[in-house]
């Protein structure tokens, strides 16, 4: 099946420790997203990255940090540095013309 | 950047009635549209889109129009049934790649 999978679903973490939500898909899709949802405010851009090798900050990158060095992956770190991680984050893919195709999404709680 | 504003953020129609979200946005150099449906528990799927050179689209019981001089667009959803509930985001992008997400709206559809 084709698709963009996100794990894992839920993940606990202790404040002040970093933690990576890994991101694949098996569309061929060169662009990859992370967002983040909380209630109220909608889906902002955390990083997106056109091409292999290559990404760039979104609207709230402060305290993240992503890796692409493959087509199919995008891992994105929480790092300590984040003032508030918990929140319910979704990758997504598209060929950049028009749809994005999000996973289901990876609940993170730091307690 | 981008500034994306949705209202109403929650809307309550009776079954078989309409209904209608409207979005503005900042900048005018945004030129794709999408609108996107997440159920409870699941994950953001487009459900239409619409490009700057097209006043409005229509896909059976939804439609999409664009005021590109007033730079608000609106989702209408006509004969509105119980599977239409959900949280509706309108986006936009001035480069098919960074999508600004509007805050959403909970339509509820009463049986």
């Known amino acids: 099946d084709g698709g963009i999978t996100q794990s894992p679903k839920y993940l606990f973490r202790k404040e002040g420790q970093n933690v990576t939500l890994s991101c694949e898909q098996n569309l061929n899709h060169d662009a990859m997203y992370w967002y983040r949802q909380d209630p109220g405010q909608g889906l902002r851009l955390i990083y997106y990255?056109?091409?292999?090798?290559?990404?760039q900050k979104g609207d709230i990158a402060e305290g993240y940090s992503v890796s692409r060095e493959k087509k199919e992956s995008f891992p994105l770190t929480v790092t300590s540095a984040q003032k508030n991680p918990t929140a319910f984050y979704l990758c997504?893919?598209?060929?950049?013309?028009?749809?994005?195709?999000f996973g289901q999404g990876t609940r993170l709680t730091v307690v | 950047g981008e500034n994306v504003e949705q209202h109403p953020s929650t809307l309550s129609v009776q079954e078989g009635d309409s209904a209608v979200i409207k979005c503005t946005y900042s900048d005018s150099a945004s030129n794709y549209f999408p609108w996107y449906k997440q159920e409870l528990g699941k994950r953001p799927q487009l459900i239409i889109d619409?490009?700057?050179?097209?006043g409005e689209k229509k896909d059976q019981r939804i439609a999409v129009t664009l005021n590109k001089t007033a730079k608000h667009f609106s989702l209408h959803i006509t004969e509105t049934q119980p599977e239409d509930s959900a949280v509706y985001f309108c986006?936009?992008?001035?480069?098919?790649?960074?999508?600004?997400f509007g805050a959403g709206t909970t339509v509820t559809v009463r049986a």
């Open positions: 990255s056109q091409i292999v090798n290559d990404f």
């Open positions: 619409i490009r700057s050179n097209v």
């Open positions: 986006a936009a992008s001035k480069d098919d790649y960074k999508l600004s």
């Open positions: 997504a893919s598209s060929i950049g013309k028009g749809e994005a195709f």
